[in-house]
């Protein structure tokens, strides 16, 4: 079993920046790619950022410019670094990757249980 911890949520004011770190852990044979989200109460969870494993970045237009998604493939690690915060990135954060494990040929969809971002003043 693949297990995904994040970290790195909190508070912060409009302007501030965080860190979100997610480690993965488990019988992991590989990591494909790994991805953000978010979501706010009463909407559907929206893509914030992806990373290859070959280390090409993706980013909703949102976020484009302030965000910036990078993985350690040597801990199984993804971190998202968040600059110039705004209200309106209030949400929670989930971490996504798709992995093999050991003895399984397939590639499986793995979440996170997500850490809460608040930006307010």
């Known amino acids: 079993q693949v297990q995904l911890v994040e970290s790195g949520g909190g508070l912060v004011q409009p302007g501030g920046s965080l860190r979100l770190s997610c480690a993965a852990s488990g019988n992991i044979l590989s990591i494909n790619s790994m991805a953000w989200y978010r979501q706010t109460p009463g909407k559907q969870r929206e893509l914030v950022a992806t990373?290859?494993?070959?280390?090409?970045?993706n980013y909703a237009d949102s976020v484009k410019g302030r965000f910036t998604v990078s993985r350690d493939n040597a801990k199984k690690t993804m971190f998202l670094q968040m600059t110039s915060l705004k209200p309106e990135d209030t949400a929670v954060f989930y971490c996504?990757?798709?992995?093999?494990?050991?003895?399984?040929?397939?590639?499986?969809?793995?979440w996170g249980q997500g850490t809460q971002v608040t930006v307010s003043s």
């Open positions: 996504q990757l798709f992995a093999q494990e050991s003895g399984s040929p397939y590639l499986r969809s793995y």
């Open positions: 990373i290859t494993n070959a280390g090409t970045t």
